[in-house]
T-cell receptor, first 109, second 117 residues
Framework: GQNIDQPTEMTATEGAIVQINCTYQ??????LFWYQQHAGEAPTFLSY??LDGLEEKGRFSSFLSRSKGYSYLLLKELQMKDSASYLC??????????WGAGTKLIIKP | GAVVSQHPSRVICKSGTSVKIECRSL??????MFWYRQFPKQSLMLMATSNEGSKATYEQGVEKDKFLINHASLTLSTLTVTSAHPEDSSFYICSARDGSTHTGELFFGEGSRLTVL
């Protein structure tokens, strides 16, 4: 079956760095997405990786290793507004998105 | 980025009534839109794929007669929850893929929170 695993919850301190991991097992691979979702709101796009390596976009970076079925989202200089759920999703061979359950990130002052 | 608008954002209705939720792509054409349901503290669950000009494709376990989807144009898809019951109370979110982007990125509507009394 298809499976996306990510931690349920993480806690970090304002100004620090946090890494949210995502491992996946899917039928085929056409890219991995990270979305941010604040409570009660719709998800917003953060990043897309289809090739191995690190993609940097401001304070957020996303890494992919296709051979390991592994990705991480790295958040630097954490701000209180970064408190949200972070969803990992993989597009399979049928171009369907398989969603992880999300990681709730709690930022403490 | 592309904009997807969803309406209404909140709706409260009595049990047994029907509720229609609209999803519009404002600045791009979307031949395919997706409808999700999200219960508290859970991830998105794909309900159905809405295809312009044809029948929607429903995920296993989703009743197509209860959740009616109509994708009448390239910019509008509607989800109608028929004979709603309290267990249908949830956050419903639509999304669309802008085919002109190479990433296949999904753009989400603002979501509609349905409360059935």
């Amino acid at each position: 079956g298809q499976n996306i695993d990510q931690p349920t919850e993480m806690t970090a301190t304002e100004g620090a760095i946090v890494q949210i991991n995502c491992t996946y097992q899917t039928s085929g691979f056409n890219g991995l997405f990270w979305y941010q979702q604040h409570a009660g709101e719709a998800p917003t796009f953060l990043s897309y990786n289809v090739l191995d390596g690190l993609e940097e976009k401001g304070r957020f970076s996303s890494f992919l290793s296709r051979s390991k079925g592994y990705s991480y989202l790295l958040l630097k200089e954490l701000q209180m507004k970064d408190s949200a759920s972070y969803l990992c999703a993989v597009m399979d061979s049928n171009y369907q998105l398989i969603w992880g359950a999300g990681t709730k990130l709690i930022i403490k002052p | 980025g592309a904009v997807v608008s969803q309406h209404p954002s909140r709706v409260i209705c009595k049990s047994g009534t029907s509720v229609k939720i609209e999803c519009r792509s404002l600045d791009f054409q979307a031949t395919t839109m997706f409808w999700y349901r999200q219960f508290p503290k859970q991830s998105l669950m794909l309900m159905a794929t809405s295809n312009e000009g044809s029948k929607a494709t429903y995920e296993q376990g989703v009743e197509k007669d209860k959740f009616l989807i109509n994708h009448a144009s390239l910019t509008l898809s509607t989800l109608t929850v028929t004979s709603a019951h309290p267990e249908d109370s949830s956050f419903y979110i639509c999304s669309a893929r802008d085919g002109s982007t190479h990433t296949g990125e999904l753009f989400f509507g603002e979501g509609s929170r349905l409360t059935v009394l």
